[in-house]
């Protein structure tokens, strides 16, 4: 029902409009007669009603002149036969009611009421009052009003015939040209046309529609040879961008996307066995740094091509990124096959290799695992062939290893010791011990070196040699540095201020510390600013290899060092360049031998020479020397008769605590003064 009077459709809307005019025209007519028909009754009832009381008031005056009350009566009764008359009355001129006829079903509130004054030779007698009601009107209302209903309903046929007429008229081009342009919107068929029914507006926009039509013919024909060769470019792009997507553009193996598209794929199928190897070159980075990279480029794809003459068909070889290759070995699951494949590949790459008019060499450090012994997901794989892959470059490199849990379990390891050592550094777990350095004469304690020790939570006191290395290799160390710097700088400050003699602190500072643009100094300067350290309080102690280059620019932030009375030695002296005419060249302090060889003093003589001519060297240029890891009678002797100006080891004492440090020589030393 509700869809059947919509006006969705332009034949429903000019219907719609044609008969609402011609109802709002019949209701308008019909409003205005009626209101005229309503007016016209009723002055005809009230001109009815005076016509009566001027017939009746010449004889009901006579009969009043002659106080006949019931000459009156009569008079005035017979009026009530008139149905729409309701009482008639005569009244004195005072009001007084002389006289009063009246019919039982009075109804006073519609009424209509006609006085007449009873005169008779300029005197008045009284009034006459007829009062009647409506009922004159409604009789003529109704009478009107079925009129009208019967007019209405034959004006309404009339305007819906004419309607219905008219849209079929007008409308009927319009209804053909949407029904045509619907089907051709259904059919997708531009080659339909409109018939032109008219020679009017419609008639033209028939025309209009047929030309637009032909435009879209001809346009979507253009487009469709424009799709078709569009479609043709683009599948032939897909086809590139796949190849590109999976495909190394250096190598023109697969690359890294395939290879773990290719071993989630291997890896989902039930009951499937392979072995995955992984290969990085040894040597490649310092092809690509003396060659440049296109000689580095051009080595990785004849690599590529020695591998793939190490597989079978069945096999995959793939390129990660950089030097960085992989091995897909589908059905093997033993270590004895694999290990063929993986010498195959260590004793075909070790062959000299042909780049342009050079020859190069490089090796392969392999790792290899097995799934699903070694892993049931992709990363599991991955992860573990990567770490049998490095097990074999930290043994010497041109190798191949196997992954096992003892190598996951050490990686565990080295990663929770990395975050705990963060840790440490934000929660300042470490602690600096003190190792005092006894003069020659074994009684007074000029120095003492700042040993760091880390107070673990769980497994206590921790030397410096289990976390320090780690620290340096995974970025932590300048963290550990900046504590350390910090905490030694205020240690020296406490000891100066509390020993009448000036006791002077040796820290170890890590090469990786050291930086070419001298921030490390400028820490330093800073902090003994900030602290007011004292002149010569301070020895920093770097290593030999670090200074080798005299013309370095490390060496000129040495010299700033020296000229805020922070003094430098070498750490470790003799394991090095063993050379010692760049010495002359140095600001240098102190020379710290080397333990291993205070270790052979006693059986070797050429360590006993090695010794006495590095102590001469070092005072014939104003330097002074300790000797590290003293921990015999014998050895202490010795280094005293070569006149070594400093003793450090066990022999005296092991490194100590802050607090016994301070107990033992310092605070001793203040009281005996």
């Known amino acids: 029902m509700k869809k059947l009077f919509a006006l969705n459709t332009m034949s429903k809307k000019l219907l719609f409009i044609l008969m609402s005019v011609a109802l709002v025209s019949t209701a308008t007519v019909t409003i205005v007669f009626s209101a005229y028909e309503i007016t016209s009754a009723k002055e005809e009832q009230i001109e009815s009603l005076g016509s009566l009381s001027k017939m009746l008031s010449p004889n009901i005056t006579t009969a009043l002149m002659f106080d006949d009350i019931d000459a009156v009566q009569e008079l005035i009764n017979p009026i009530l036969i008139r149905s729409d008359v309701i009482s008639i009355m005569v009244t004195s001129m005072t009001g007084e009611q002389l006289v009063i006829a009246q019919s039982e079903d009075e109804d006073m509130e519609q009424s209509i009421e006609v006085s007449t004054p009873l005169q008779l030779d300029m005197h008045d007698y009284g009034i006459l009052k007829i009062r009647a009601n409506n009922s004159y009107i409604q009789d003529r209302i109704t009478f009107y009003f079925k009129f009208i209903m019967i007019l209405m309903v034959f004006t309404f046929a009339i305007s819906l015939i004419l309607s219905l007429l008219l849209r079929r008229r007008f409308l009927n081009p319009i209804l053909y040209l949407a029904q045509t342009a619907n089907k051709i919107t259904t059919s997708h068929d531009y080659s339909l046309r409109a018939k032109q029914l008219s020679q009017d507006e419609v008639g033209q926009l028939t025309s209009c529609f047929n030309a637009m039509l032909y435009n879209i013919e001809q346009r979507e024909n253009s487009l469709e040879n424009q799709v078709r060769l569009r479609t043709n470019e683009l599948e032939n792009a897909n086809i590139q961008l796949q190849q590109y997507a999976y495909q190394d553009g250096l190598t023109d193996l697969p690359n890294r996307r395939y290879f773990y598209e290719k071993l989630q794929s291997l890896v989902s199928i039930k009951g499937m066995k392979f072995a995955l190897i992984f290969i990085d070159l040894d040597g490649f980075k310092e092809v690509n740094d003396s060659l440049g990279h296109d000689y580095g480029d051009l080595l990785l794809h004849q690599v590529a091509t020695r591998l793939q003459s190490c597989i079978t068909t069945k096999d995959t070889v793939a390129r990660l990124g950089g030097d960085e290759f992989t091995l897909i070995l589908e059905g093997v699951n033993s270590p004895d096959e694999a290990s063929k494949i993986a010498e195959a590949v260590k004793s075909s790459l070790m062959q000299s290799i042909k780049v342009k008019k050079e020859t190069v060499y490089v090796t392969a450090s392999i790792g290899l695992t097995f799934f699903p012994a070694d892993g049931l997901t992709v990363e599991e794989l991955v992860r573990r062939a990567d770490q049998a892959m490095y097990l074999?470059?930290?043994?010497?490199?041109?190798?191949?290893?196997?992954?096992?849990?003892?190598?996951?379990?050490?990686?565990?390891?080295?990663?929770?010791?990395?975050?705990?050592?963060?840790?440490?550094?934000?929660?300042?777990?470490?602690?600096?011990?003190?190792?005092?350095?006894?003069s020659i004469d074994g009684k007074s304690v000029p120095k003492a070196e700042a040993l760091i020790r880390w107070n673990h939570p769980e497994r206590g006191l921790i030397g410096p040699n289990e976390f320090i290395p780690v620290a340096e290799k995974n970025g932590l160390i300048n963290d550990i540095g900046q504590w350390v710097k910090s905490q030694a700088i205020q240690d020296t400050v406490q000891f100066n201020v509390l020993s009448e003699k000036t006791i002077q602190v040796s820290v170890n500072t890590s090469p990786l510390e050291i930086d070419r643009a001298g921030c490390w100094v400028d820490e330093w300067i800073i902090a003994s600013k900030k602290y007011q350290l004292p002149a010569n309080t301070i020895l920093i102690e770097v290593t030999e290899n670090t200074l080798m280059d005299p013309d370095s620019s490390i060496q000129r932030q040495l010299k700033r060092l020296s000229t805020i009375n922070i003094d430098i030695a070498i750490d470790d002296f003799g394991v090095g360049y063993s050379s010692l005419a760049?010495?002359?060249?140095?600001?240098?302090?102190?020379?710290?031998?080397?333990?291993?060889?205070?270790?052979?003093?006693?059986?070797?003589?050429?360590?006993?020479?090695?010794?006495?001519?590095?102590?001469?060297?070092?005072?014939?240029?104003?330097v002074m020397v300790v000797a590290e890891g003293v921990e015999t009678q014998k050895q202490y002797d010795l280094l005293k008769q070569l006149a070594c100006d400093y003793i450090q080891g066990y022999i005296f004492s092991k490194a100590i605590t802050k607090q016994e440090f301070m107990e033992k020589y310092i605070i001793p030393i203040r009281n005996n003064t």
């Open 392 to 438: 074999s470059k930290n043994k010497g490199r041109n190798r191949y290893e196997f992954f096992s849990y003892a190598i996951e379990e050490k990686a565990t390891e080295k990663r929770r010791l990395i975050e705990e050592i963060r840790t440490a550094i934000v929660k300042n777990q470490f602690e600096l011990f003190y190792q005092p350095i006894f």
């Open 582 to 622: 760049y010495l002359q060249r140095l600001d240098i302090d102190i020379l710290k031998i080397d333990r291993s060889f205070i270790n052979d003093i006693e059986s070797n003589d050429n360590s006993i020479a090695l010794v006495k001519a590095i102590i001469t060297m070092a005072h014939n240029l104003d």
